[in-house]
């Protein structure tokens, strides 16, 4: 379940720069022999020589959904391109506290950076705190800590970004349609992720007065919530244009849901990036017309950025001598135009 970040995303159509092209100079790599890799493995940070030997400290939460699973792989398999680099890397934990002596453990080792995705940003706080006074930088993946003393780095995704764009996409697709209505399929609404998905997506609505909100549900990120929650808004909604649903695993159970209840009548837009969203997209003999890129390649880049704190470099293409301190990913609009680009990427 891609989880919860404060930052906010550039508007629908501005120009983006992914992390994994910003890092291009700063670090090295040995090119890929596998054409079946996750494309962030295909794509090297850079063209340099092998530098300083650098040991990186993963922690990240229990892979008990598909892109937290894929947050894994994606890690794993970059550190593996580096001749200088080695990876210690822990049991995936979403209790707190096991998660906390895992990372103490780390610092114990005296790793040379952390990267650390956790359970539990506001609880992981002082451990990060820990770190950095130890003199270990951190790379803060995705779920932000309370302070950014607890990090050098942030890097992450852009939950209110998949909302605009989301909108913003079903928006251009209905801008001709007089008295246009919409449903959304929600997430866990106690999260604040969810929250600014909401608000991303509500906001660009705004910009189309044709179209109309008519419904929304909160499902839980998982396969049986969204069949469930789907079907109860395809019982209540009789008629509708769109829908966005903001997570492509509970999307499973929610094309289960439709297919049961036998309608095609509306377009629908996903959200994360999973395998089985590009697939049926590129079909295209569905509802599911496109999904709104919340990247698990993030991992990939926070190891990029870790080997660069570890060997005192900074950013191929920027100016500055260091490694920024924060970077937000775009949520990119994958639909069958460009699908195949992002097949490689999809998560399971």
Known sequence: MPENTSRRGLLFGAAAVSAGALLTGCTSNEPSDSKDEPAANDQPAADDKPGKQVTIGFAGPQADHGW??????????????????????????????????????????????????????????????????????????????????????????????????????????????????????????????????????????????????????????????????????????????????????????????IEQAGRDDFLMVGGAGALSAFQAIKQDDGVLKATVLYPPTMAASAIDLARALGQSKGIGGLAEFEIPSSLTLYSAVVDKTNVDQYMSTGFK
Request: net charge neutral.
């Open 68 to 257: 937290l699973n894929a947050i894994n792989d994606n890690a794993k398999s970059r550190a593996e391109k580096y001749s200088d680099v080695t990876l210690e890397i822990t049991e995936g934990s979403n209790d707190t506290a096991q998660q906390i002596g895992q990372i103490e453990t780390l610092i114990n080792k005296k790793v040379d950076v952390l990267v650390v995705l956790p359970a539990d940003g506001k609880a992981l706080t002082q451990v990060g705190l820990k770190a950095m006074r130890a003199g270990i930088p951190v790379v803060n993946l995705d779920r932000i800590f309370n302070t950014p003393q607890a990090y050098r780095c942030w890097i992450g995704g852009d939950n209110y970004g998949m909302g605009l764009n989301a909108g913003h996409y079903i928006g251009e697709k209905l801008k001709g349609k007089s008295g246009a209505r919409v449903i959304e399929l929600a997430g866990l609404d106690n999260l604040e992720l969810t929250k600014q998905r909401t608000q991303g997506f509500d906001d660009a609505l705004k910009n189309y007065p044709n179209i109309k909100k008519v419904a929304r549900q909160a499902a839980e990120f998982t396969v049986e919530s969204g069949q469930a929650k789907m079907a109860q808004l395809l019982q209540a909604q009789s008629k509708f244009d769109a829908l966005w649903n903001h997570d492509d695993d509970q999307g499973v159970g929610a094309l289960r849901a």
